[in-house]
Every structure is written in structure tokens, then in C-alpha cells.
């Protein structure tokens, strides 16, 4: 079996309190709506605009769509800070400094290759500032962009970057500024069933 077929094991949650109850292949918990852990990074150039890019349209669910800077699931036995970095370097090519912004919890339906699958997430978000090149993977990542947060209206997102909008938001700015500063902020942005709208 080489690495390309390798299977991806995630972290299943107990909705209820967030407690590790085992671990499942990828496709199969997504298939099934099952809760899990997941990591989400947010950057920000030093100008204060949002990296986003868009997702090579041959990923498995969300292709073509436009999202945050990198996103992901910590395998097995691995930190959300040590996936978030791994992520990034896989998606793409970078290494910054990352601040724990806080947790964020949500349901949605994202359209797939074939069919719906069902995203259902206990994400740690991570935010940080990055002026420098992107050597992104195009197995990942289609192209990248630096964009205002009212442009982010134009595009065609994933619905975990339309709750990213709103949560941290625009505010996104100032809280990484107090992380850097040491006053770092964990939050709780709560839960988002967007699957019920």
C-alpha cells in the first residue's frame, strides 16, 4: 500500500463532552456525520487582509471551493498545534507562528464528488500573520489570495469559512495582536447546526 492509499484515521468526540471515544477512517466519519476533532489555521497578512485559497477542485469534498488558509484533522495521538503546523507545510509549503485563537464547534452539509458528506467538528482554531511566499501543494491548493473580509461576499466559500467571518471575524486582527503581546485569549465561539437552516 503506498502513502497515497494510506488510510486517515480521525478522533471521535462525545458530543456531549468533548471526551476521546475512539478513532475512524476519514471518509467513513464524514459519511456519517460523526463528531470528531478537526483544526482550522487563519492568517492574516501584516496589512490586515485574509489569506485564503481555493481547494484543488480533486479533494474529496469542498473542491473548487474558497476557505481559510489551512484546515485538517490531528491524527491519532497528535496535538491540534502539531496538526495545524503539519497542515500548513502539507497545503501549503509554509511555517509560521500560530496562536491558539479558541474552539469552535459546528455541523454542515458540503457538497462532494460524489454526493454529501457531513461535516460535523469540535475545530481549534489557530490564527497568525504571514508576509512571506506560499509554496502550496496542487494536490491541495489551486491558487492563493490575500482578500478583504467584505470581498469574501463575492466568492464561493465553504461553510466553515462563512462561520469563520463571523467568528472570529473581523476581529481576528486584534486578537492575534494580543496573542503576540502575550495576552493571549482562549474562546469558545460556541456551536453552529447549519445543517437545521
Known amino acids: 500500500m503506498t502513502v497515497a492509499q494510506k488510510k486517515e484515521f480521525l478522533v471521535l468526540l462525545d458530543p456531549g463532552t468533548n471526551e476521546v471515544i475512539g478513532e475512524m477512517e476519514k471518509l467513513q466519519v464524514h459519511q456519517e456525520g460523526r463528531y470528531h476533532a478537526a483544526i482550522s489555521v487563519l ?35 497528535e496535538s491540534a498545534e502539531n496538526a495545524a503546523h503539519r497542515r500548513l507545510r502539507e497545503e501549503l509549503g509554509i511555517s509560521c507562528m500560530l496562536y491558539r485563537l479558541g ?49 469574501l461576499r463575492r466568492m464561493e466559500t465553504a461553510p466553515w469559512l462563512d462561520l469563520y467571518t463571523k467568528r472570529p471575524g473581523p476581529a481576528l486582527r486584534s486578537q492575534i495582536e494580543e496573542s503576540i503581546s502575550g495576552n493571549e485569549v482562549y474562546r469558545d465561539y460556541g456551536f453552529t447546526d447549519l445543517l437545521q437552516r
Open 43 to 77: 492568517l492574516l497578512d501584516s496589512r490586515g487582509r485574509l489569506i485564503v485559497q481555493k481547494r484543488a477542485a480533486a479533494k474529496y469534498h469542498g473542491g473548487g471551493l474558497w476557505a481559510n488558509a489551512c484546515c485538517g484533522h490531528p491524527m491519532v495521538g
Open 103 to 151: 474552539t469552535l464547534r459546528y455541523r454542515a452539509a458540503i457538497p462532494a464528488r460524489e454526493g454529501t458528506l457531513v461535516e460535523y467538528e469540535r475545530v481549534a482554531l489557530f490564527g497568525g500573520i504571514h508576509d512571506d511566499p506560499f509554496f502550496p501543494s496542487p494536490t491541495e491548493v489551486e491558487v492563493v489570495q490575500k482578500v478583504d473580509w467584505e470581498d
